[in-house]
């Protein structure tokens, strides 16, 4: 069973459009994040949920907007795609949202804005 | 602000060839110091967890340490297996977040 699942894991569309990103754990973990990992490889968090509460939300634009329905389950809207959103997106869940935490992370979605 | 920087960006080794892996750190108040490992194509994985200077952990062939600055993932004759990047990572404040360093990228040649 996969502990965090994303789809799709590929995405590949034209600027302007809309895309949206769904997350899954199965862990019974409390928080779940959504990490952005650049073409450098260099993971940066984007926002965080905690039991569907919004924790973190970083300096990131309004054309992204995260969704967690509930705890098992953090999705991510992203409204008139650029061509710098290209990266890939990583899900992660952890047990509570503090600070010393393992995160378990997602296999990623590989999205590229033509 | 807090920081996390890792060197070298990409390390090759022949298979045997032991090597240490750097990540130094500034952070206001340590919380712990954590190491992944990303296969291509997937997540990163946990390896390690660190909270205080002169602590040591091992797996395998592995071996972090810290200290009050920096911390090293040791790898002691290694395997082509063993071919992965390593990132390290610090959590800011007490939200979870955590600032990770832009990995080091190992390639273990047999």
């Known amino acids: 069973d996969t502990a965090v699942s994303q789809t799709p894991k590929y995405l590949v569309t034209q600027m302007g459009n809309d895309k949206s990103i769904k997350c899954e754990q199965n862990?019974?973990?409390?928080?779940m994040y959504w990490y952005k990992q650049d073409s450098k490889k260099f993971l940066k968090i984007m926002f965080s949920?905690?039991?569907?509460?919004?924790?973190i939300n970083e300096t990131v634009p309004n054309r992204f907007s995260p969704k967690s329905p509930d705890k098992a389950h953090l999705n991510l809207h992203i409204n008139s795609l650029e061509l710098g959103d290209s990266a890939v997106y990583f899900c992660?869940?952890?047990?509570?949202?503090?600070?010393?935490?393992?995160?378990?992370f997602g296999a990623g979605s590989r999205l590229t804005v033509l | 602000e807090d920081q996390v920087t890792q060197s070298p960006e990409a390390l090759r080794l022949q298979e045997g060839e032991s090597s240490s892996l750097n990540c130094s750190y500034t952070?206001?108040?340590?919380?712990?110091l954590f190491w992944y490992r990303q296969d291509p194509g997937k997540g990163p994985e946990f390896l390690f967890t660190?909270?205080?200077a002169g602590e040591e952990k091992e797996k395998e062939r592995l071996k972090a340490t810290l200290t009050k600055k920096e911390s090293f993932l040791h790898i002691t004759a290694p395997k082509p297996e063993d071919s992965a990047t390593y990132l390290c990572?610090?959590?800011?404040?007490?939200?979870?977040?955590?600032?990770f360093g832009q990995g080091t990228t190992l390639q273990v040649k047999p």
């Open positions: 952070v206001s108040g340590l919380r712990g």
């Open positions: 992660a869940s952890s047990r509570k949202g503090g600070a010393a935490n393992v995160l378990t």
């Open positions: 660190l909270y205080s």
């Open positions: 990572a610090v959590p800011s404040g007490n939200t979870g977040k955590l600032i």
């Open positions: 862990l019974g973990h409390d928080t």
């Open positions: 949920y905690n039991n569907k509460e919004l924790i």
